[in-house]
């Protein structure tokens, strides 16, 4: 298994682009995190889903952040119009049910100038 | 938010010797999780602890609950330059959500 995939690894936009980012949980995890970093902040969790299906979307700052998951195999977290204080790094991680931690993916790191 | 508060935020020992970092949080759980992060990569589950357990075994790490004080601890034993990393606690609170909430870590420097 390859693990959790995201892309891209790096990015960096000006400030008021569209930013997407793309991740591929491991296969048969029923559930899948977007979190963020920050060294002043630490972990943040944005939003989870369970079955495709937002559960938690709490974390999520502003509008300007959404997040989808089309298919089990799939999701993708959009900034727009991104500004430079959402510069950190952007974790996806999945996992199945609540017995076994979840698998993190490499994150990716975002600046916006 | 932050739930968990690791301590202490930084440890610097001496290959071999082993490392505690202990744990706090506020509210009931049903587990508390225990990752590592290596500098500029992403977070590996290291240990999982359930609410009614006290104690867990991996490897050369163990881990332990007490519900009462709400707080664990994580000891590496004859620790190695390769476990020099960022450890974070994070805990499942009661109850249906899965959401996890972490600490800020503790930074672990294991000098050769």
């Known amino acids: 298994d390859a693990g959790v995939i995201q892309s891209p690894r790096h990015e960096v936009t000006e400030m008021g682009q569209e930013v997407t980012l793309r991740c591929k949980p491991i296969s048969g995890h029923d559930y899948l995190f977007w979190y963020r970093q920050t060294m002043m902040r630490g972990l943040e969790l944005l939003i989870y889903f369970n079955n495709n299906v937002p559960i938690d979307d709490s974390g999520m700052p502003e509008d300007r952040f959404s997040a989808k998951m089309p298919n089990a195999s799939f999701s993708t977290l959009k900034i727009q119009p991104s500004e430079p204080r959402d510069s950190a790094v952007y974790f996806c991680?999945?996992?199945?049910?609540?017995?076994?931690?979840?698998?993190f993916g490499s994150g990716t790191r975002l600046t916006v100038v | 938010s932050q739930q968990g508060e690791e301590d202490p935020q930084a440890l610097s020992i001496q290959e071999g010797e082993n490392a505690t970092m202990n744990c706090s949080y506020k509210t009931s759980i049903n587990n508390l999780q225990w990752y590592r992060q290596n500098s500029g990569r992403g977070l590996v589950h290291l240990i999982l602890i359930r609410s009614n357990e006290r104690e867990k075994h991996s490897g050369r790490l163990r881990v332990t609950l007490d519900t009462s004080k709400k707080s664990s601890s994580l000891l590496i034993t004859a620790s190695r330059a390769a476990d020099t990393a960022s450890y974070f606690c994070a805990t499942e609170a009661a109850g249906n959500n899965r959401k996890l909430i972490w600490g800020l870590g503790t930074s672990l420097a294991v000098n050769p």
């Open positions: 991680a999945s996992g199945y049910g609540t017995a076994y931690g979840y698998t």
